[in-house]
């Protein structure tokens, strides 16, 4: 089943004009100049301004990049992490793990619903350390905190102990376990000595799933589209799901985000057709395969139709406080949210900066009304729900204009069918898409310099571009703004400039005058992806490697900039070592230096895993990085590929002694020195 449906080639749903068309109806020219500098291996440089194609823009990470960088692992990948030479990582935290007290895990056993929600849950993704307080100087441990990890979806055969998943009859007990197998896990983690461990039992441990009960806040709380018979009020949810990547805050909250939520829903009313709001968003008769509309109602889109409008938020979680509801913040708006950047500017104003993780969708910024209180904690408890929702439109000549999606402003009035805030909250994609937002090669992850506020992000690959004019593309358009029908495929433009873009690239903006909550930016392309081995022009990229070998990579999904100022990239390519990846081999983490764009490859993974999840202690000594679905296997719904991290160690054998296992990984420098220098 597609667990990543943004891969596949269904229908983008965005409609808007790019960059080129703009250009061609004012100088058909200037739009075949463009082209061209765009057709190659990167843009030519004199659109941009000189801040922002000047590469010494973001200063040297301090300590430098040290490391002696990896190989690539290409066929046949080792099944393992590796690490530099001076370095160790270790398995940490992994899927079916106890998060206080249960007993160890046993692979040859499927778990129920009560023992999941006692354990670690699949496929960790994002995840931040949240530092303990001190009476020291920095006033934060780097000995002993809470882990936040993210649990993006599972692998049904994996959780059920089948290789025929799908041709089982799906009983309320499977959808249950599934449920409490997504969300958050929450634990306490310890250094001891010289290494680090989980703390069980721990009165901060917990998990969130799709059951745990959640307060809906802000614009689109009690909102008409967010109620049910279950919750007439339109205020409570239980759960959340797909959580992909994920933000935190300086208020020491967790930020999780709903990414691929369509695919849970589904329905057994024959002769479905979806509405406007629901195509847009992805819903459809069968959903990913999950089955859950099967045997929990509220999945069934036709039993509970609002049921899906309650998902696709970001989900504020108070990791210090076990007691506390998690709250699903309404003003950040709707869509298949990636990640949650959160930056405090001059004057103590709050930006949120996310992405819209499909094919040809968009970037969004989130200003709030109020400004961070330091002193006091509980004053900025709700600082997410009132602000102003903006959508990113990047023009020629490198500027970019963010555009408001205020009810009431632009073209989303009640003549074109706005009702209040709390609808544009919830159908932001087609919001933006009524705005004219620029649609972009699926935006992933967003990291922030600690320093100079400059923004990146990883816009991971796109095939739905092309180069013919936008007259030939049969679309048909709701009044809303929506697509309906046809085949959407945008023309390149200068922030997506290449047609197959199976490699990816990364973008980088700083907004005007350096004020987060500036309505302007100036931007360029960082780094555009690629094999440097393929003869393709557009396809070798313009990685500068560091000495010593290629750092070539594709598809950046995670990005993170450590307090020193290095920029980490982390990869989530499709088919290891094979077809197009052949040069590149197994998924990577490479630190980069934003200052030279020098790229060192610090650590190869399993087959067909997605690395992902980087965050280490304030101290910078200790690191923490997921892989999620090792050995995942696209052909089939059970996963043999691999047998990390256990490698049968377990005692088990047969189909339990190679069942993989997605984890969290501690990486930690020999020396006990900060990772990367």
Not at 410 to 421: M, S
Not at 470 to 477: E, L, M, R, Y
């Amino acid at each position: 089943m597609p667990l990543h449906p943004e891969n596949d080639t269904s229908l983008n749903p965005s409609p808007n004009e790019n960059i080129f068309d703009v250009i061609e109806r004012a100088d058909p020219a200037r739009r075949r100049f463009l082209k061209l500098a765009v057709g190659g291996t990167a843009l030519s440089m004199t659109a941009f301004p000189l801040s922002m194609r000047n590469a010494g823009a973001a200063p040297a990470p301090v300590g430098g990049i040290g490391f002696t960088p990896v190989p690539a692992d290409t066929t046949p990948i080792t099944d393992a992490v590796t690490v530099p030479p001076g370095y160790t990582a270790r398995t940490f935290y992994a899927w079916g793990d106890p998060i206080s007290g249960a007993s160890p895990f046993n692979p040859g056993v499927a778990m129920t619903e009560a023992e999941q929600v006692q354990r670690c849950g699949m496929h960790h993704d994002g995840m931040h350390f949240f530092p303990f307080p001190t009476s020291g100087a920095g006033g934060v441990s780097s000995e002993r905190g809470i882990l936040a990890i993210n649990h993006e979806y599972t692998d049904e055969g994996l959780l059920h102990n089948s290789t025929a998943v799908g041709t089982l009859t799906q009983t309320a007990a499977m959808t249950r376990a599934s449920q409490a197998a997504h969300g958050v896990s929450l634990i306490e983690v310890r250094k001891v000595g010289n290494d680090w461990r989980v703390v069980r039992p721990s009165p901060f441990a917990r998990r969130i799933t799709a059951a745990t009960p959640m307060r809906i806040s802000g614009p689109a709380a009690g909102h008409a589209l967010m109620r049910t018979a279950a919750d007439p009020s339109g205020t409570e949810v239980l759960g959340t799901v797909n959580n992909c990547a994920h933000g935190y805050t300086p208020w020491g909250t967790y930020l999780t985000c709903e990414e691929n939520f369509n695919g849970y829903f589904g329905t057994t009313v024959a002769g479905f057709t979806a509405t406007n709001l629901e195509r847009r968003y992805g819903i459809s008769a069968s959903g990913f395969g999950y089955r859950w509309h099967l045997t929990d109602p509220r999945f069934d889109v036709r039993v509970t139709p609002n049921e899906p409008n309650r998902f696709g938020w970001v989900v504020e979680v108070d990791p210090f406080n076990p007691r506390s509801t998690p709250v699903k913040r309404t003003a950040l708006g709707r869509f298949k949210h990636e990640s949650a950047a959160v930056v405090v500017g001059d004057n103590n104003k709050v930006v949120v900066y996310m992405g819209d993780d499909e094919r040809n969708d968009y970037i969004y910024k989130f200003v709030c009304a109020g400004t961070y209180n330091p002193a006091n904690r509980g004053a900025n408890r709700d600082l997410l729900d009132s602000g102003t929702l903006y959508v990113a439109k990047f023009e020629n000549n490198g500027v970019g204009r963010w555009l408001p999606l205020v009810f009431g402003q632009g073209e989303l009035t009640t003549a074109n069918g706005w009702v209040d805030q709390g609808d544009v909250c919830v159908r932001a994609r087609q919001a933006a898409d009524r705005e004219g937002a620029t649609m972009m090669d699926r935006p992933e992850w967003i990291a922030v310099h600690p320093v100079t506020r400059e923004v990146y992000v990883t816009l991971t690959n796109n095939n739905r571009r092309r180069t013919t004019p936008h007259a030939t593309d049969p679309v048909a358009n709701a009044a809303d703004g929506s697509t309906l029908a046809g085949s959407a495929r945008p023309l390149v433009d200068a922030a997506n400039p290449r047609p197959d873009n199976r490699y990816g690239h990364i973008i980088r903006w700083r907004e005007t005058g350096n004020d987060v909550a500036a309505t302007t930016f100036e931007w360029d392309i960082f780094v555009l992806c690629g094999d440097s081995l393929n003869s393709a022009a557009n396809l070798s990229g313009n990685i500068v490697d560091a000495p010593n070998g290629s750092a070539d990579y594709g598809a950046p999904d995670g990005l993170w900039f450590d307090k020193d100022g290095r920029l980490w990239v982390q990869t989530d390519q499709q088919g290891d070592g094979a077809g197009d990846w052949v040069n590149i081999g197994a998924n990577s983490m490479s630190a980069v230096d934003p200052s030279t764009k020098m790229t060192y490859r610090f650590l190869t993974s399993p087959p067909n895993c997605e690395v992902t999840g980087v965050i280490s202690t304030p101290d910078g000594r200790a690191m923490w990085i997921n892989i999620q679905h090792p050995g995942e296997d696209w052909s089939a719904s059970f996963k043999a590929r691999s047998s990390w991290p256990d490698n049968g160690a377990n005692g088990a054998t047969g189909v339990a002694a190679v069942k993989p296992r997605s984890s969290t990984v501690l990486i930690t420098k020999n020396d006990g020195g900060v990772i990367g220098t």
